[in-house]
Protein backbone atom coordinates (compact mmCIF):
# COMPACT_ATOMS: atom_id res chain seq x y z
CA UNK A 1 0.00 0.00 0.00
CA UNK A 2 1.84 3.61 -1.10
CA UNK A 3 2.78 6.08 2.00
CA UNK A 4 -0.26 8.25 0.44
CA UNK A 5 -3.55 5.57 1.32
CA UNK A 6 -1.82 4.55 4.91
CA UNK A 7 -5.00 5.60 7.23
CA UNK A 8 -7.63 6.91 4.92
CA UNK A 9 -10.86 6.18 5.62
CA UNK A 10 -11.63 4.34 2.23
CA UNK A 11 -8.20 2.09 2.66
CA UNK A 12 -9.72 0.93 5.98
CA UNK A 13 -12.68 -0.17 5.02
CA UNK A 14 -11.04 -2.40 2.63
CA UNK A 15 -8.52 -3.22 5.20
CA UNK A 16 -10.84 -4.43 8.23
CA UNK A 17 -9.74 -7.47 9.79
CA UNK A 18 -10.85 -10.78 8.37
CA UNK A 19 -9.97 -12.43 11.51
CA UNK A 20 -10.01 -10.64 14.51
CA UNK A 21 -8.19 -13.26 16.48
CA UNK A 22 -5.74 -13.81 14.34
CA UNK A 23 -2.62 -13.53 15.66
CA UNK A 24 -0.80 -11.68 12.61
CA UNK A 25 -4.06 -9.59 11.85
CA UNK A 26 -4.18 -6.01 12.52
CA UNK A 27 -5.98 -2.70 12.13
CA UNK A 28 -4.68 0.46 12.66
CA UNK A 29 -1.24 -1.07 13.38
CA UNK A 30 -2.01 -3.37 16.11
CA UNK A 31 1.05 -4.35 18.98
CA UNK A 32 -1.37 -6.89 20.53
CA UNK A 33 -4.51 -8.22 19.47
CA UNK A 34 -6.08 -9.12 22.81
CA UNK A 35 -4.95 -5.68 24.67
CA UNK A 36 -6.28 -3.84 21.29
CA UNK A 37 -3.14 -1.34 22.16
CA UNK A 38 -1.39 -0.32 19.15
CA UNK A 39 1.96 0.66 18.05
CA UNK A 40 1.48 4.17 17.42
CA UNK A 41 -0.17 4.52 21.09
CA UNK A 42 2.89 2.85 22.69
CA UNK A 43 5.38 4.77 20.64
CA UNK A 44 3.72 7.96 21.62
CA UNK A 45 3.86 7.33 25.12
CA UNK A 46 7.71 6.82 25.08
CA UNK A 47 7.66 9.93 23.53
CA UNK A 48 5.81 11.64 26.00
CA UNK A 49 7.89 9.89 28.79
CA UNK A 50 11.00 11.16 27.18
CA UNK A 51 10.02 14.84 26.64
CA UNK A 52 7.87 15.23 30.21
CA UNK A 53 10.45 14.13 32.63
CA UNK A 54 13.43 16.25 34.29
CA UNK A 55 16.05 14.43 32.37
CA UNK A 56 14.26 15.31 28.84
CA UNK A 57 15.56 13.78 25.90
CA UNK A 58 14.28 15.29 22.91
CA UNK A 59 16.67 13.38 20.60
CA UNK A 60 15.48 9.85 21.95
CA UNK A 61 12.05 10.98 21.15
CA UNK A 62 13.19 12.60 17.60
CA UNK A 63 14.43 9.06 16.81
CA UNK A 64 11.10 7.14 18.33
CA UNK A 65 8.86 9.47 15.84
CA UNK A 66 10.80 8.51 12.91
CA UNK A 67 10.86 5.20 13.53
CA UNK A 68 15.20 4.55 14.51
CA UNK A 69 13.62 3.00 17.57
CA UNK A 70 10.43 1.36 18.55
CA UNK A 71 9.27 0.67 22.38
CA UNK A 72 8.65 -2.90 23.35
CA UNK A 73 6.59 -4.02 26.43
CA UNK A 74 8.16 -3.70 30.04
CA UNK A 75 7.88 -6.16 32.34
CA UNK A 76 7.18 -5.45 36.07
CA UNK A 77 10.81 -6.32 36.93
CA UNK A 78 12.55 -4.28 34.10
CA UNK A 79 13.44 -0.41 35.00
CA UNK A 80 13.87 2.16 32.41
CA UNK A 81 13.31 2.47 28.30
CA UNK A 82 12.91 -1.01 26.55
CA UNK A 83 13.65 -0.43 23.17
CA UNK A 84 13.37 -3.01 20.13
CA UNK A 85 16.42 -4.58 18.27
CA UNK A 86 16.74 -4.38 14.68
CA UNK A 87 15.28 -7.87 14.31
CA UNK A 88 12.34 -7.06 16.19
CA UNK A 89 11.29 -4.10 14.44
CA UNK A 90 11.34 -4.79 11.25
CA UNK A 91 7.90 -6.61 11.13
CA UNK A 92 6.10 -3.83 12.77
CA UNK A 93 4.32 -1.06 11.67
CA UNK A 94 5.35 2.33 10.14
CA UNK A 95 6.90 5.13 12.02
CA UNK A 96 4.33 8.05 13.32
CA UNK A 97 6.06 9.55 11.45
CA UNK A 98 5.40 8.04 8.22
CA UNK A 99 2.13 7.87 9.37
CA UNK A 100 1.53 11.90 10.17
CA UNK A 101 3.04 12.34 6.80
CA UNK A 102 0.40 10.63 5.22
CA UNK A 103 -2.31 12.09 7.00
CA UNK A 104 -0.61 15.96 6.04
CA UNK A 105 -0.58 14.75 2.25
CA UNK A 106 -4.63 13.81 2.59
CA UNK A 107 -5.34 16.54 4.70
CA UNK A 108 -3.54 18.99 3.48
CA UNK A 109 -1.93 19.63 7.24
CA UNK A 110 1.77 20.50 8.00
CA UNK A 111 1.84 18.33 11.59
CA UNK A 112 5.05 16.73 10.17
CA UNK A 113 6.97 19.86 10.21
CA UNK A 114 4.98 20.95 13.33
CA UNK A 115 6.65 17.85 15.48
CA UNK A 116 9.95 17.91 13.84
CA UNK A 117 10.24 21.77 14.88
CA UNK A 118 8.68 21.32 18.25
CA UNK A 119 11.40 18.13 19.05
CA UNK A 120 14.14 20.47 17.66
CA UNK A 121 13.32 23.74 20.05
CA UNK A 122 12.68 20.94 22.97
CA UNK A 123 9.00 22.78 22.97
CA UNK A 124 6.87 19.84 24.58
CA UNK A 125 3.63 21.88 24.67
CA UNK A 126 3.48 22.45 21.22
CA UNK A 127 4.73 18.73 20.50
CA UNK A 128 1.62 17.80 22.25
CA UNK A 129 -0.52 20.13 20.08
CA UNK A 130 0.88 19.02 17.01
CA UNK A 131 -0.12 15.00 18.11
CA UNK A 132 -3.30 15.88 19.42
CA UNK A 133 -4.00 16.89 15.71
CA UNK A 134 -2.67 13.63 14.37
CA UNK A 135 -4.72 11.80 16.84
CA UNK A 136 -7.83 13.80 16.40
CA UNK A 137 -7.56 12.54 12.40
CA UNK A 138 -7.20 9.05 13.47
CA UNK A 139 -10.34 9.39 15.64
CA UNK A 140 -12.39 10.65 13.07
CA UNK A 141 -11.22 7.88 10.57
CA UNK A 142 -11.76 5.58 12.88
CA UNK A 143 -15.78 6.49 13.48
CA UNK A 144 -15.86 6.14 9.93
CA UNK A 145 -15.21 2.82 9.36
CA UNK A 146 -16.58 1.84 12.70
CA UNK A 147 -19.82 3.44 11.47
CA UNK A 148 -19.18 1.67 7.99
CA UNK A 149 -18.77 -1.82 9.82
CA UNK A 150 -21.47 -1.32 13.08
CA UNK A 151 -23.48 -4.67 11.81
CA UNK A 152 -20.21 -6.67 12.74
CA UNK A 153 -19.63 -7.70 16.27
CA UNK A 154 -16.01 -8.34 16.37
CA UNK A 155 -14.56 -5.71 14.04
CA UNK A 156 -16.77 -3.23 15.83
CA UNK A 157 -15.42 -4.12 19.50
CA UNK A 158 -11.76 -4.09 18.31
CA UNK A 159 -12.30 -0.49 16.63
CA UNK A 160 -13.85 0.47 19.52
CA UNK A 161 -11.51 -0.58 21.97
CA UNK A 162 -8.55 1.18 19.37
CA UNK A 163 -10.75 4.54 19.49
CA UNK A 164 -10.65 4.62 23.36
CA UNK A 165 -6.84 3.48 23.25
CA UNK A 166 -6.32 6.32 20.90
CA UNK A 167 -8.62 9.25 22.89
CA UNK A 168 -6.99 7.74 26.40
CA UNK A 169 -3.14 8.49 24.81
CA UNK A 170 -3.75 11.52 23.36
CA UNK A 171 -6.99 13.37 24.92
CA UNK A 172 -7.37 12.06 28.56
CA UNK A 173 -4.97 14.09 30.37
CA UNK A 174 -5.00 17.33 28.49
CA UNK A 175 -9.31 17.79 29.03
CA UNK A 176 -8.63 16.55 32.56
CA UNK A 177 -6.43 19.25 33.05
CA UNK A 178 -7.58 22.32 30.63
CA UNK A 179 -10.89 21.26 29.68
CA UNK A 180 -12.81 19.03 32.69
CA UNK A 181 -15.96 19.76 31.69
CA UNK A 182 -15.51 18.99 28.18
CA UNK A 183 -13.83 15.34 29.34
CA UNK A 184 -16.69 14.37 31.53
CA UNK A 185 -19.02 14.60 28.18
CA UNK A 186 -16.56 12.78 25.81
CA UNK A 187 -16.90 9.77 28.53
CA UNK A 188 -20.11 10.44 28.28
CA UNK A 189 -20.11 10.38 24.49
CA UNK A 190 -18.12 6.97 24.59
CA UNK A 191 -20.38 5.60 26.61
CA UNK A 192 -23.46 5.90 24.25
CA UNK A 193 -21.33 4.77 21.25
CA UNK A 194 -20.31 1.75 22.92
CA UNK A 195 -24.14 1.46 23.64
CA UNK A 196 -25.15 1.30 20.20
CA UNK A 197 -22.61 -1.49 19.34
CA UNK A 198 -23.79 -4.80 18.35
CA UNK A 199 -23.13 -7.18 20.96
CA UNK A 200 -22.36 -11.35 20.23
CA UNK A 201 -23.25 -12.85 23.87
CA UNK A 202 -25.79 -12.52 24.15
CA UNK A 203 -26.86 -11.48 20.88
CA UNK A 204 -27.82 -7.35 20.35
CA UNK A 205 -28.36 -5.73 17.22
CA UNK A 206 -26.70 -2.51 16.38
CA UNK A 207 -28.34 1.20 16.82
CA UNK A 208 -27.06 3.32 13.73
CA UNK A 209 -29.14 6.24 14.94
CA UNK A 210 -27.98 6.31 18.36
CA UNK A 211 -24.11 6.10 17.19
CA UNK A 212 -24.51 8.49 14.28
CA UNK A 213 -25.92 10.84 17.13
CA UNK A 214 -23.47 9.70 19.46
CA UNK A 215 -20.42 10.40 16.99
CA UNK A 216 -21.55 13.65 15.95
CA UNK A 217 -21.53 15.06 19.26
CA UNK A 218 -17.57 13.26 19.60
CA UNK A 219 -16.62 15.13 17.29
CA UNK A 220 -18.30 18.25 17.91
CA UNK A 221 -16.75 18.00 21.68
CA UNK A 222 -13.11 17.26 20.13
CA UNK A 223 -13.12 19.82 17.60
CA UNK A 224 -14.08 22.36 20.15
CA UNK A 225 -10.71 21.57 21.74
CA UNK A 226 -8.77 21.23 18.41
CA UNK A 227 -5.65 23.56 18.76
CA UNK A 228 -3.44 23.27 16.33
CA UNK A 229 0.48 23.85 17.20
CA UNK A 230 1.73 27.06 15.51
CA UNK A 231 5.32 26.67 14.32
CA UNK A 232 7.74 29.40 15.95
Same mark, same amino acid.
Given at each position: ?????? @???? !???? @????????? #? !???????????? +?????? #?? %?????? *?????????????? =???? /? %???? %??? $???? =?????? =?????? $????????????????? $????????????? &?????????????????? #? @???????? @?? +???????????? *??? /?? *? $????? /? !???????? *???? &????????????? !???????????? %???????? /????????????
Amino acid at each position: MSPKAI @LAPA !ALAA @LVLTSVGAA #D !AHLFHFANVQSR +ETQVAR #DF %RLIKEL *TQWRNKDFLLAAQV =YRGE /L %RPRE %RKP $SEPG =YLLKAD =YQRRPT $SPPLKLLVQAMDRRRGT $SVDGEIEAALARR &DEAGLEAAFRTFFHAQVQ #D @LLEVLEQR @LA +EPQPAATLFAVL *TDY /LF *T $SYEVF /L !ALNHPRVH *TQVQ &DALAHLRGALPGA !APPKPADPAGFA %RSRRRLES /LLASVAVRAAPR
